[in-house]
């Protein structure tokens, strides 16, 4: 291990959210989480994408997101019925 090898070691978080807008390389995450929002620093790699489990990494931290199952969402679907 090199002298500024400590300096530059990033920390691993595990979260629960919904991510508001798709990653991309350069950009930076924004996840809604306990009511509120998280912005990341700029993403620079995306790892994997599964059903309810996403990894990717920032410029800081190495991140892994669970996303709500869909029994937990709210249903978003507009309502359809009869207008008289």
């Known amino acids: ?4 090898d400590i300096m530059n070691e990033k920390k691993f ?3 629960s959210g919904t991510l ?3 990653l991309r390389i350069g950009g930076r995450a924004v996840i809604l989480r306990d009511g509120g ?3 990341t620093s700029k ?3 995306i790892h994997s994408v599964q059903p309810g489990d996403i990894r990717f990494e920032t410029e800081n931290t190495y991140y892994r ?3 709500p199952s869909l029994s937990q969402t709210a249903d ?3 309502a359809l ?3 008289a």
């Open 20 to 22: 508001l807008f798709p």
């Open 65 to 67: 997101l669970l996303l």
């Open 1 to 4: 291990m090199k002298e500024g």
């Open 37 to 39: 929002y998280t912005w």
């Open 43 to 45: 993403v620079t790699a």
């Open 13 to 15: 978080a595990t979260v």
């Open 76 to 78: 978003c679907r507009p």
């Open 81 to 83: 019925g009869m207008v």
